[in-house]
T-cell receptor, first 112, second 111 residues
Framework: NAGVTQTPKFRVLKTGQSMTLLCAQD?????MYWYRQDPGMGLRLIHY???????AKGEVPDGYNVSRLKKQNFLLGLESAAPSQTSVYFC???????????FGDGTRLSIL | QQPVQSPQAVILREGEDAVINCSSS?????VHWYRQKHGEAPVFLMI?????EQKGHEKISASFNEKKQQSSLYLTASQLSYSGTYFC????????????FGTGTKLQVIP
């Protein structure tokens, strides 16, 4: 059982470059989430999805876009990376509301 | 709006007890508790869905006071393995699609 898999695990970008982070889950979960974690800030919700083809904004959506074309995948895009987006990004999934979240191992992203 | 956790950090000796609190300004549908060790992903501990509910996990238990919009995590007879950062996550009564996390409580257990 792979659970929640994030790709890549590490990445260094230059300011202005673009990239896509991939989250894949094999548990047939409806809900998927993208969080960023910065020191002292906890986990802050970027975007989330409650089903295939749906997305919604979280607390800190600016500078990010997402897509959920397939139920098992949730993509997070940075169109023009900025140093302020240097962070650890976690993806999570769960069946539906009121259920626990399963987290991926995270992607460590540095933007120079 | 993020729930507020207290304390921000605590140091315990093995065998001592600790309480971590989580409060929200919104009416809550549920409270989640997770533990994260350095460099790892958060790991689910427990979820509380009903007001006044208490749940247990080994020597870790939690309560949820729906009226006060508060939850507390109780760690008894702490072990070295309990070290890490504890996060509460809340689902609002108005929409339980998203989970909003607090800023965390760093717990260190020393011999």
């Amino acid at each position: 059982n792979a659970g929640v898999t994030q790709t890549p695990k590490f990445r260094v970008l230059k300011t202005g470059q673009s990239m896509t982070l991939l989250c894949a889950q094999d548990m047939n979960h409806e809900y998927m989430y993208w969080y960023r974690q910065d020191p002292g800030m906890g986990l802050r919700l970027i975007h989330y999805s409650v089903g295939e083809g749906t997305t919604a904004k979280g607390e800190v959506p600016d500078g990010y876009n997402v897509s959920r074309l397939k139920k098992q995948n949730f993509l997070l895009g940075l169109e023009s990376a900025a140093p302020s987006q240097t962070s650890v990004y976690f993806c999570a999934s769960r069946t539906w509301g009121g259920q626990p979240q399963h987290f991926g191992d995270g992607t460590r992203l540095s933007i120079l | 709006q993020q729930p507020v956790q207290s304390p921000q950090a605590v140091i315990l000796r093995e065998g001592e007890d600790a309480v971590i609190n989580c409060s929200s300004s919104k009416a809550l549908y549920s409270v989640h508790w997770y533990r994260q060790k350095h460099g790892e992903a958060p790991v689910f501990l427990m979820i509380l869905l009903k007001g006044g509910e208490q749940k247990g996990h080994e020597k870790i238990s939690a309560s949820f006071n729906e009226k006060k919009q508060q939850s507390s995590l109780y760690l008894t007879a702490s072990q070295l393995s309990y070290s890490g950062t504890y996060f509460c996550g809340t689902e609002d009564s108005g929409g339980y699609q998203k989970v909003t996390f607090g800023t965390g409580t760093k717990l260190q257990v020393i011999p």
